[in-house]
T-cell receptor
Framework: QKEVEQNSGPLSVPEGAIASLNCTYS??????FFWYRQYSGKSPELIMF????GDKEDGRFTAQLNKASQYVSLLIRDSQPSDSATYLC????????????FGAGTRLAVHP | GAVVSQHPSRVICKSGTSVKIECRSL??????MFWYRQFPKKSLMLMAT?????????EQGVEKDKFLINHASLTLSTLTVTSAHPEDSSFYIC???????????FGNGTRLTVT
């Protein structure tokens, strides 16, 4: 069973702090990784994607990928209360499965 | 760009009836669309992969005769929940991508309640 694992949280951080969200995956052949944000009762929206080892920055968000450790992370700088949501890590399975598999999500709470 | 429209956003139906959900890619062509289901406080579970012009590929444990998928064109896929039961009540979300391995973009979801 190919899996994507995340801590469910909640992860509570004060406004202005850095929130660090982590994810591990079991399919060593996976090449594409995504972070989605989901507000309660809404569908997921894409935050970032990363394909290569290292860091990728986009505004307040930085995605980090370490394929050797099968580890993906998302850093949110200057966290705002509006960032409070569930963050879903996802990976495309390798081997022609043509599927995007999601972790259970980490709930982030940013308090003023 | 990459907008996916899903309709209806909310539906309540009686047990035993069928419900059709539409998913459209508005500004791109999608040869493949994906249908997910999400129960409260749970992650998204892939139900099936919808392929334009061919049969859908269902995940293990998903009944193909109960969840009928039709991908009639490059911009439209439909999911019909047949003979719905209360346990089918869930949040159904479709998604599509512009190219292989590119990010999935999600519709706004359909909240189905079967009474």
């Amino acid at each position: 069973q190919k899996e994507v694992e995340q801590n469910s949280g909640p992860l509570s951080v004060p406004e202005g702090a850095i929130a660090s969200l982590n994810c591990t995956y079991s399919d060593r052949g996976s090449q594409s990784f995504f972070w989605y944000r989901q507000y309660s009762g809404k569908s997921p929206e894409l935050i970032m994607f990363i394909y290569s080892n290292g860091d990728k920055e986009d505004g307040r968000f930085t995605a980090q990928l370490n394929k050797a450790s099968q580890y993906v992370s998302l850093l949110i700088r200057d966290s705002q209360p509006s960032d409070s949501a569930t963050y879903l890590c996802a990976a495309f399975l390798s081997g022609g499965y043509n599927k995007l598999i999601f972790g259970a999500g980490t709930r982030l709470a940013v308090h003023p | 760009g990459a907008v996916v429209s899903q309709h209806p956003s909310r539906v309540i139906c009686k047990s035993g009836t069928s419900v059709k959900i539409e998913c459209r890619s508005l500004d791109f062509q999608a040869t493949t669309m994906f249908w997910y289901r999400q129960f409260p406080k749970k992650s998204l579970m892939l139900m099936a992969t919808s392929n334009e012009g061919s049969k859908a590929t269902y995940e293990q444990g998903v009944e193909k005769d109960k969840f009928l998928i039709n991908h009639a064109s490059l911009t439209l896929s439909t999911l019909t929940v047949t003979s719905a039961h209360p346990e089918d009540s869930s949040f159904y979300i479709c998604s599509a991508r512009e190219a292989v391995a590119s990010p999935l973009h999600f519709g706004n979801g359909t909240r189905l309640t079967v009474t």
